[in-house]
């Protein structure tokens, strides 16, 4: 009972962002440095999908992902699952870009391929959709700000009602963990 509550008092910080949790936990650079290691050691299997997503990348024409994870890692675990196919453009934490909620990524990302929803588990995953006017959508968070809520990809079609044969483009989609 302890730990459950232990990790749910970490999540509720995470969801805000790693620094947010950071900065409350005090953890010193050693601490963070290995977190950073042991998230390296981890195998794609070790992060999988949530249920139901590959639904929904299905569906959509193209997506895109934004992430702060380096590039051989997100790749590695979508390479993994066989969802290369979905994705057509990807921006990772070693890109260059400034990190979220900074919209630099989400700009470049957008230029190249119309997006019309942002999907993201913490508010700093939709603010730079919201900054362009672009849809968004909050899973398994209630923070205000969002056009659309989601705790359960299988309600995706029931809830959130975009165009899905257009050309454009889903940011952001979620595979515990990591993307």
């Not at 066989?82 to 990190?99: I, K, N, P, S, T």
Request: aromatic content about 12%; charged content about 30%; some cysteine.
């Amino acid at each position: 009972m302890e730990e459950d509550k232990a990790e749910e008092e970490i999540l509720t910080y995470l969801k805000v962002s790693f620094t947010h949790a950071v900065k409350h936990f005090k953890l010193s650079e050693s601490q963070i440095r290995e977190i950073f290691r042991r998230e390296e050691r981890l195998l794609p299997e070790q992060t999988p999908p949530f249920p139901h997503v590959e639904n929904i990348l299905s569906a959509a024409n193209k997506s895109v992902i934004m992430t702060h994870k380096p590039r051989r890692e997100v790749e590695s675990i979508i390479k993994h699952y066989g969802w290369e196919r979905y994705f057509v453009d990807l921006v990772a934490g070693d890109d260059g870009f400034a990190r979220k909620p900074d919209p630099e990524s989400y700009l470049y990302l957008h230029k190249r391929n119309q997006i019309d929803l942002v999907i993201g588990d913490r508010e700093i995953d939709i603010i730079p959709g919201k900054l362009l006017g672009i849809k968004t959508c909050l899973f398994q968070n209630n923070t205000p700000g969002a056009d659309y809520y989601l705790w359960d990809y299988r309600d995706f079609f029931k809830n959130i009602h975009i165009l899905l044969n257009s050309n454009r483009s889903w940011l952001e989609f979620k595979m515990k963990g990591y993307l």
